[in-house]
């Protein structure tokens, strides 16, 4: 049984800093894609950051590029997105999805696997 958890979140001033977590287990975490979404209130889930196997390949949407960096510790099966430069309009849960299989990455329809979600929140 797969199982995906994510923690890190909490509330955070405009400009400062958080490190999300995620560990994944009753998989091979190395063989999995991941990425991260976020969904605020009244809005649709977004694609924020993806990445490969390895830490070779990632993508971010445009919002994030340059504040949030994506990397993973496959000896650790656990997934990170450290996000700097904290925004108000970055205020949203926080999801981990796992094994993206179809469609564009920022799809949240591509990925069989999904942890609970970490809120953050940030006050301006």
């Known amino acids: 049984q797969v199982q995906v958890v994510e923690s890190g979140g909490g509330l955070v001033q405009a400009g400062g800093s958080l490190r999300l977590s995620c560990t994944a287990s009753?998989?091979?975490?190395?063989?999995?894609?991941m990425a991260w979404f976020r969904q605020a209130p009244e809005k649709e889930r977004e694609g924020v950051s993806y990445?490969?196997?390895?830490?070779?390949?990632?993508y971010y949407t445009n919002s994030v590029k340059g504040r949030f960096t994506i990397s993973r510790d496959n000896a650790k099966n656990t997934l990170y997105l450290q996000m700097n430069s904290l925004k108000p309009e970055d205020t949203a849960m926080y999801y981990c999805?796992?094994?993206?299989?179809?469609?564009?990455?920022?799809?949240?329809?591509?990925?069989?696997?999904w942890g609970q979600g970490t809120q953050v929140t940030v006050s301006s």
């Open positions: 990445i490969g196997m390895s830490n070779r390949i990632t």
């Open positions: 009753g998989l091979t975490f190395d063989a999995y894609t």
């Open positions: 999805a796992v094994d993206w299989t179809r469609g564009p990455w920022f799809s949240a329809d591509g990925y069989n696997f």
